[in-house]
């Protein structure tokens, strides 16, 4: 497929269809789907067969989210335990197999994923349309840094090639490398990067190790992102950071920003079914209210998922996106139990970060908010800073201030030089226990 640079899509034809098409194609594929699943002796068919599913009943998307139940990731630890099979879910022969890996296992022991050359296939065009939107375009050199011994190394890898980008650093992305990361980019000077937020925010933290080179574009994966905090990138470092919403280690599938930044569009809606979900019944919520995204991607045959939890929160965006694409776009709002109690109010990372970005002092800096047993009456906030100076005094008073007013609770701020991490993403709640200013 030849491209022109300055093509708005990737694949302008999957990019741009239309709504009636899509439905059309999920249901063909989700029945496509079930008809395969069930044809064999797997967990889904097991699951399926009991909760008394009959595929000749499901003959829309909407059919499939009423009749099919949905599926956790603790169901497939369970079921793993149970047959003592790393993969209870595959749903081919091994000799299909063409890539197997492990879950990064951030939340919990690994889970494993396998897909044939099909399922390679269409989940590195996917991502190919990802990279794209992210500005991702050819004879780039890319700067690489993932988890790399799950598939999604090899997949982004493969889709980065595919859209024309031959040149590939690859690293790990964890803070504890950040200076290895400053000394590749200097010396090898990539001109785009997918890494974490903060990976990035800790490269740029620094006044010495700021200077990117020749990067022109980001794509950051881990963590929300407020727009003032993107503005920032863009007018300190003259770096354009798109972020994406999704899971690598589980499902190799995202959502990702245009270069509207008009919320994240789902990549292949022809190829996935993705419901926003009321958490404490499965039912499909309202537009625009808020609900854990349910993933099914039916075009996967090695080990699908069906209405898979991904236990992230979502709202969908309404309204046409200007840059042409009809995918359903969707704001990620974070885990669903990643909140704490402060105060009476319930607070989620994903409303700290929009509020931090919104204060000089507050933007780009990492963090992570402390869930007490007992509600303290107030949010109890850990903020990254390397130094201890008398202006951080003035800046957590600003913090406090800002955000006691935008959150409506109290706020008590103690800066840190680190925070607790699970491979490359900072924990946003943590315990007493894990606190390292504690009182």
């Known amino acids: 497929m030849a491209v022109k640079k300055t093509s708005i899509y990737w694949n302008e034809h999957a990019e741009t269809l239309s709504r009636d098409q899509i439905h059309t194609m999920q249901a063909t594929g989700l029945r496509a ?39 956790s990731k603790d169901d497939l630890r369970d079921e793993m335990q149970r047959t003592g099979q790393a993969m209870p879910h595959l749903c081919v022969p091994r000799s299909e197999i063409r890539l197997a890996g492990p879950s990064a296992g951030t939340s919990g022991s690994s889970t494993y994923q396998a897909f044939t050359a099909a399922d390679l296939d269409t989940n590195i065009e996917m991502i190919a349309r990802m990279q794209w939107a992210g500005g991702f375009r050819p004879d780039d050199v890319l700067f690489l840094m993932t988890t790399p011994f799950a598939p999604w190394a090899h997949i982004a890898r493969e889709a980065a090639k595919k859209i024309g980008i031959n040149w590939i ?11 290895r990361y400053a000394n590749t980019i200097r010396n090898l000077r990539p001109t785009v990067m997918h890494c974490g937020l903060s990976t990035l925010r800790y490269l740029t933290a620094d006044p010495n190790l700021t200077s990117l080179g020749d990067c022109h574009h980001v ?16 007018n300190r470092l003259g770096l354009e950071v798109t972020s994406n ?45 808020i609900g ?21 929160l979502f709202v969908e965006n309404t309204g046409a996106c200007a840059c042409g694409r009809t995918g359903r776009r969707y704001t990620c709002l974070g ?21 931090l970005a919104r204060v000089m002092v507050g933007r780009n800096r990492e963090f992570a908010l402390i869930r007490h047993e ?40 103690r800066f840190v030089p680190k925070l607790p991490m699970v491979g490359y993403k900072t924990l946003r709640v943590i315990g007493p226990e894990m606190d390292p200013a504690p009182a």
């Not at 789902?266 to 499965?282: F, H, M, S």
Request: net charge negative; with cysteine; aromatic share 6%.
């Open 335 to 355: 885990r669903a139990s990643n909140r704490v109690t402060a105060g009476g109010c319930h607070i989620h990372p994903y409303q700290v970060e929009a509020s």
């Open 245 to 289: 919403a999704g899971h690598g280690s589980d499902l190799n599938l995202f959502a990702v920003e245009c270069d509207q930044h008009d919320g994240h569009h789902w990549i292949g809606e022809e190829n996935v079914l993705v419901e926003i979900v009321d958490p404490d019944t499965g039912v499909p919520v309202s537009e625009g209210e």
């Open 33 to 71: 789907l079930l008809d395969h699943v069930m044809a064999g002796d797997n967990m889904y068919s097991r699951r399926l067969k009991a909760a008394g599913v009959n595929p000749a009943d499901i003959r829309t998307p909407e059919d499939f989210s009423a009749l099919v139940p949905l599926t």
């Open 374 to 413: 007992d509600d303290p009456g107030f949010l109890d906030l850990r903020v990254v800073e390397a130094g201890h100076t008398e202006a951080d005094k003035a800046a957590a008073e600003t913090i406090k201030t800002h955000l006691g007013q935008e959150l409506g609770t109290r706020v008590r701020v």
């Open 169 to 179: 650093i690859f690293d790990d992305h964890v803070a504890q490398n950040v200076t």
């Open 292 to 312: 854990e995204m349910v993933i099914t991607d039916f075009y996967r045959r090695a080990t699908p998922h069906l209405r898979w939890r991904t236990e992230d």
């Open 219 to 234: 794509i950051i994966s881990g963590a929300e992102l407020g727009p003032e905090a993107r503005i920032d990138f863009r």
